[in-house]
């Protein structure tokens, strides 16, 4: 039996991208090794985000090259549609596929073992309009299952490269979603986080469908699905529309994840960003109007060129007014081929580093005070792992994206359980296990209103 061994680097996109790779190798009757071991063949799926996402993205292929001088080595992803000729100059390398075309991929190990001639895959990514159908019905992870729906971004933000490495805005077709989405509530997930490059922008390039329209059938045409959760959403989509659905629901949780960037206009411009603080502040509101326990999570960039400390201290005190329940926070990363890369007033890295450890420790505070909103609440919790420190212990995320530890089994794994918030804190809250929520009375917590 052939083998295949998969490292994937980046994004929530890129980790469902080589999942529906596998399930090709699978059908065509290959077994699955770990990277670190020996494989026939070796399939890296690369992240070009960074330039260091660029430089893991080589020193794994390297690894993958030594480790079986003999396999049939595959690079894919972003880094390889960015810079194939790059890709194709590391010794060993035999295939490049960019960020389409994927199944094609045995045909293209088929023929290479045939001619022995190194393959460059790679199309230009802006001329393709529709969306690469791959299917997953199942993941290697039991507990929360992805689903991609859109591909590419129109944005160009200009700190970016993903519409060169990704394409333009395409949206997949609703009823493969709402196929695909039935598919894994029988493969017994419980919840589906809706994924994609620029998620909220679904429908964008479709006729009378949006994202509120996807939602919406979502929640009406998956029986058994008990949670869905959006991956990222831009806060310019967040539209009246959108807000009414979330409302009317009982399976979108009370969590959305919405980068911010920046809290100072100045830089948001520089940025390219398509919002203001105002607008962003607005949609905030909003929501809360009509969900006051909504926990909102944002991605925060400190250091663009030419952030003065006074532009930084806006976004500090922007994010504390707003009390979000966690930041992902970056200091920014200087991009080749984006205008932001060629900005003067570089930011020098120990003043980055400074800002990017004091919004941590803003954020740490904002998560505890968020959590302890909750102590002594019974809320619903899909268990995913032992605890690596207190192996009697599991770890899940209740529907608001709080990490609750608490004694549970193996058999509750993927399942919905209630549990008791006994003590809130950050990362981890403790709880106590209360009981499993039988499947067919399974009922999502509601919004609060």
Not at 46 to 61: A, E, H, L, P
Not at 389 to 397: F, M, W
Request: aromatic share 8%; with cysteine; proline share 4%.
């Amino acid at each position: 039996m052939p083998t295949v061994a998969f490292h994937t680097l980046g994004c929530k996109v890129n980790h469902y991208e080589t999942e529906a790779i596998w399930q090709l190798f699978k059908k065509a009757g290959y077994e699955r090794k770990e990277f670190e071991s020996r494989a026939d063949v070796y399939v890296i799926n690369t992240c070009t985000v960074t330039n260091t996402g660029d430089k893991k993205s080589r020193q794994v292929i390297r690894r993958a090259v030594r480790r079986n001088p003999d396999a049939v080595v595959c690079v894919t992803g972003c880094y390889a549609q960015t810079s194939p000729a790059e890709v194709m100059a590391i010794p060993g390398v035999d295939i490049v596929i960019g960020t389409q075309d994927r199944h094609k991929i045995l045909d293209y190990i088929e023929q290479f073992q045939r001619e022995r001639q190194p393959i460059n895959a790679v199309h230009n990514i802006m001329k393709t309009r529709v969306f690469e159908e791959m299917d997953v019905p199942e993941f290697t992870d039991r507990t929360r299952a992805s689903l991609k729906i859109q591909e590419g971004c129109n944005n160009f933000c200009t700190f970016c490269i993903i519409p060169w490495a990704r394409g333009l805005m395409r949206s997949r077709d609703p009823q493969e979603i709402i196929r695909q989405a039935r598919q894994l509530v029988a493969a017994g997930y419980k919840e589906i986080v809706l994924t994609g490059i620029h998620t909220g922008g679904y429908g964008t390039d479709l006729k009378d469908y949006n994202f509120a329209s996807l939602l919406r059938d979502l929640d009406e045409q998956v029986p058994g699905l008990k949670r869905l959760r959006i991956s990222s959403i831009e806060a310019s989509q967040i539209t009246d529309e959108v807000i009414d659905v979330l409302k009317r629901s009982d399976k979108i949780v009370r969590h959305l994840h919405i980068p911010l960037q920046s809290g100072s206009n100045t830089v948001l411009k520089r940025m390219r960003r398509k919002y203001t603080v105002e607008f962003y502040a607005e949609r905030l509101a909003r929501l809360r109007e009509v969900f006051p326990e909504l926990a909102v999570t944002s991605d925060v960039i400190v250091g663009f060129p030419g952030e003065t400390e006074d532009e930084f201290m806006e976004t500090y005190n922007f994010i504390r007014e707003q009390r979000f329940s966690e930041l992902h926070v970056f200091p920014y990363s200087k991009r080749t081929g984006t205008p932001a890369a060629r900005m003067p007033n570089q930011i020098d890295e120990e003043t980055k580093h400074d800002r990017v450890r004091r919004l941590i420790a803003l954020s740490d505070q904002l998560a505890k005070e968020y959590a302890s909103r909750f102590e002594g609440q019974v809320l619903e919790v899909i268990p995913e792992e032992r605890d690596k420190e207190r192996p009697d212990l599991y770890v899940g995320y209740t529907d608001n994206y709080l990490k609750v530890r608490f004694p549970a089994t193996e058999e509750m794994v993927g399942e919905l359980v209630k549990v008791k918030i006994t003590k809130a804190g950050y990362p981890y809250n403790e709880g106590e296990f209360v009981r499993v929520v039988p499947d067919e009375m399974a009922r999502s917590v509601k919004w609060s209103s």
